[in-house]
């Protein structure tokens, strides 16, 4: 049978990903109702984090856990393969052992290593190129708010990061409007460009931030050095005209929402006026990691779709 790696957005059907959206939307629909149930039973998760991580680690944690499988914690400073041993052959070995594997890594090209040389399913907890598991918890919590994302805006501010490509792989496959204001030296990779424009998207990259969210139905940023990352080489002033504050929200629709995959930092990327107002939708958006979390663990181990 063929592995069901969550890799990334755009070697997936968008069937197979609205179907792990519905499942997380039907889990967490039953969870609030008090209704347990334990499909993953038995089963474990590996998780490799070369990374830190608050909202992968826990949501990944708790929602195997409330599917009845469990977690196994790895780091590179406990582990060989962070002193030597191949990821290939830590790939190999972990197989015997666990059900699945997530790995958060800088580095892109051993997540795709690791997945060729799994015998279990590898998922995608953020690399240096994307991050695809907070992409369908951001497209949950945008319908939750304002309906249908096919055919919405979404404005993107800032940095043509890891985040932004996964915006651009969301947008083509659930049929919606992205449109990024960045500074030229941090545009989005050429290569994401250019696969979305083969199949249609409708992406307009640009610099100018007031154009970008005029009349979007969503505004999105991110933290525009990464918290673990203590070189900025200026980059933080190359971007604050970037901020998202309540002057630039007033260029979208009435109704935008606003959202971060969090972490955030206060008055760089984004203001507390904005993040903490009433268009702001990241707490909804972080407590979504957990139930899409799930919907990505019930897919990847074949558990019984609801
Ligand atoms: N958004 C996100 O991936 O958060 P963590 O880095 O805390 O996992």
Known sequence: MTLRHFLDLDVLSPTVLRGILDDATARKRRMKLGQHEAPLAGKALALIFEKPSTRTRVSFEVGMRQLGGHTVMLSPVDMHLGRGESIADTARVLSRYVDAIMIRTQDHAKLLDLAAHATVPVINGLTDRTHPCQLLADVMTFEEHRGPIRGKRVAWAGDGNNMAASWIHAAVQFGFELQIACADAYRPSQAILDWAAERQGRIVVGDDVRA??????????????????????????????????????????????????????REQEVTSEVIDGPRSAVWDEAENRLHAQKGILAWCLGAPTT
């Open 212 to 265: 970008a969210v005029r009349d979007a139905d969503c505004v999105v940023t991110d933290t525009w050095v990464s918290m673990s990352d203590t070189r900025t080489d200026g980059k933080r002033e190359l971007l604050e005209p970037y901020r998202i504050d309540a002057g630039i929200m007033a260029l979208a629709r009435p109704d935008a929402i606003f959202m971060h995959c969090l972490p955030a930092y």
